[in-house]
């Protein structure tokens, strides 16, 4: 049982390329979230999907787009990354009012 | 908005000795409460949860404490031990498709 799988693990980009990250579970959660965590920082939630088909901003979702492919995948997507999105990202999923579980995250810089 | 917050953002307890780790949130809504461990380079992984309709609840070496009259949670580690050294967050939610919310956690150390 994988649980929360995120790719890549490291990534560098270029200011202005663009990539997506990758998330899957396999736990048959309804709901998915995106977070970012800054060095020394809680995690602020960009996205969420509450089931599948459905997406919702959170607290920081400028320069983010999501898609919720089907049940088990959630991807995030940079059209132009910026400096200031160099962060690490954690993919996470849960069941109703359960336990979240998260990835292992994506360390993200742009240069 | 409401959010969810910690009195401490660092802690320092001697091995062996008790932490206690607090947290507060706004949130009057909030129905479901979790802890979450984080080492470093790794994602949070949870340590225990409580509903509600519960004040307190206990797992292996930790407790949970909500009070709801001044909206404070907190987590209580017995014994710490140098693996408990970590970043803690509490995390909120409310009923139905609402996001878990995280506090600014905690970064316990733990003195050998």
């Known amino acids: 049982n994988a649980g929360v799988t995120q790719t890549p693990k490291f990534q560098v980009l270029k200011t202005g390329q663009s990539m997506t990250l990758q998330c899957a579970q396999d736990?048959?959660?309804?709901?998915m979230y995106w977070y970012r965590q800054d060095p020394g920082m809680g995690l602020r939630l960009i996205y969420y999907?509450?089931?599948?088909?459905?997406?919702d901003k959170g607290e920081v979702p400028n320069g983010y787009n999501v898609s919720r492919l089907n049940k088990r995948e959630f991807s995030l997507r940079l059209e132009s990354a910026a400096p200031s999105q160099t962060s690490v990202y954690f993919c996470?999923?849960?069941?109703?009012?359960?336990?979240?579980?998260f990835g292992q995250g994506t360390r993200l810089t742009v240069v | 908005g409401e959010s969810v917050g910690l009195h401490l953002p660092t802690l320092s307890v001697q091995e062996g000795d008790n932490s206690i780790i607090n947290c507060a949130y706004s949130?009057?809504?909030?129905?479901?409460f979790i802890w979450y461990k984080q080492e470093s380079g790794k994602g949070p992984q949870f340590i225990i949860d409580?509903?509600?309709?519960?004040d307190k609840r206990q797992g292996q070496r930790v407790t949970v404490l909500l009070n709801k009259t001044v909206k404070h949670l907190s987590l209580q580690i017995a014994a710490t031990q140098p693996g408990d050294s970590a970043v803690y967050f509490c995390?909120?939610?409310?009923?139905?498709?609402?996001?878990?919310?995280f506090g600014k956690g905690t970064r316990l150390s733990v003195i050998a």
């Open positions: 996470a999923s849960h069941l109703g009012q359960g336990i979240a579980f």
């Open positions: 736990m048959n959660h309804n709901s």
């Open positions: 999907s509450a089931s599948e088909g459905t997406t």
């Open positions: 949130n009057s809504a909030s129905d479901y």
């Open positions: 409580i509903r509600s309709n519960m």
């Open positions: 995390a909120e939610k409310t009923t139905g498709n609402t996001p878990l919310v």
